[in-house]
């Protein structure tokens, strides 16, 4: 069994917005810090947002603060990325990730993050 997946993905017109969904199958994970990265083609991958495993410590790449956000709801074990104005540049396969090394705090680092899933399809049209 896949521990994430996500969901949410599809495309949508600049300044529209999206939820994208990560449930996991792992309890485990309700305790570690998640994190949302994304791969835009002929790039490498990029920190997008993360959250600690209380829900009350985020962290956002410049990139997307005041236009994502990132929570959790640990009675559904679930991941959320609120993504808001987007625009034609946040066209990207966005992935849900996992840290074990984090659970009070978290990191923008991909290689401490063990646990990926496959990603959902962004595509924001101008």
């Known amino acids: 069994q896949v521990p994430l997946v996500e969901s949410g993905g599809g495309l949508v017109q600049a300044g529209g917005s999206l939820r994208l969904s990560c449930p996991n199958s792992?309890?485990?994970?309700?305790?570690?810090?998640m994190g949302w990265f994304r791969q835009s083609p002929g790039k490498e991958r990029e920190f997008v947002a993360a959250?600690?495993?209380?829900?009350?410590?985020?962290g956002y790449a410049d990139s997307v603060k005041g236009r994502f956000s990132i929570s959790r709801d640990s009675t559904k074990n679930t991941v959320y990325l609120q993504m808001n104005s987007l625009k034609p540049e946040d066209t990207a396969v966005y992935y849900c990730?996992?840290?074990?090394?984090?659970?009070?705090?978290?990191?923008?680092?991909?290689?401490?993050?063990?646990?990926w899933g496959q990603g959902t399809q962004v595509t924001v049209s101008s």
């Open positions: 990730a996992a840290s074990t090394l984090y659970s009070d705090n978290y990191s923008s680092r991909e290689y401490e993050y063990a646990y």
């Open positions: 792992e309890r485990t994970f309700s305790m570690v810090a």
């Open positions: 959250i600690n495993w209380s829900g009350r410590s985020t």
